[in-house]
């Protein structure tokens, strides 16, 4: 095995793409709490589910210990109408999948005739949501990550320097 020029360089190689990476998590994190804050400005309209719809399709999962089942995958799908301006729009919205090996429905929180708020994009009202997708728990732990991985990075070098010094001769 031929040795290293300089092992201390390998550490703070590793040290550095644990920060790159860890830097990139807290960015992505960060983007998705923008995005949320974003949507939540939103103006709200007035809509009514139109209808409910079960889609259900053929689908291949995994089960805990890693075999594969053929079943079906259930999607709710609420349709709903609202209007901006004089304008009527639509739009639709899966609220659940499940998966198994049958067809039974899944409760659902909506009803055909109900009235809802819609939000919507103030600059392009086609772009809607009957539930706002706020994501804060996942920007958080990608985000929690992140700073881990850059915890990582300020450790990794003084510890690889230190498991990997040159052996002093025995005199």
């Known amino acids: 095995m031929r040795a290293m020029k300089n092992p201390k360089l390998v550490g703070w190689i590793f040290g550095a793409t644990f920060a790159l990476c860890g830097l990139g998590a807290i960015g992505v994190g960060q983007q998705m709490f923008a995005d949320d804050r974003v949507v939540e400005g939103w103006p709200t309209a007035d809509g009514v589910i139109t209808s409910m719809d079960t889609e259900s399709r053929p689908h291949t999962f995994r089960d805990n210990r890693g075999f594969s089942h053929r079943g079906n995958l259930a999607m709710q799908v609420v349709k709903y109408t609202f209007e901006v301006g004089a304008r009527k729009l639509h739009g639709e919205q899966i609220e659940s999948l499940t998966e198994g090996?049958?067809?039974?429905?899944?409760?659902?929180?909506?009803?055909v005739g109900q009235h809802v708020a819609i939000h919507y994009d103030p600059s392009a009202p086609g772009t809607a949501f009957l539930d706002l997708p706020l994501r804060g728990k996942g920007a958080l732990v990608i985000s929690i990550v992140g700073g881990v991985l850059i915890l990582f990075a300020f450790l990794i070098p003084p510890l690889?320097?230190?498991?990997?010094?040159p052996k002093r001769p025995a005199t």
């Open 160 to 165: 690889w320097n230190f498991l990997w010094r």
């Open 101 to 111: 090996t049958d067809n039974t429905p899944v409760p659902s929180q909506y009803h």
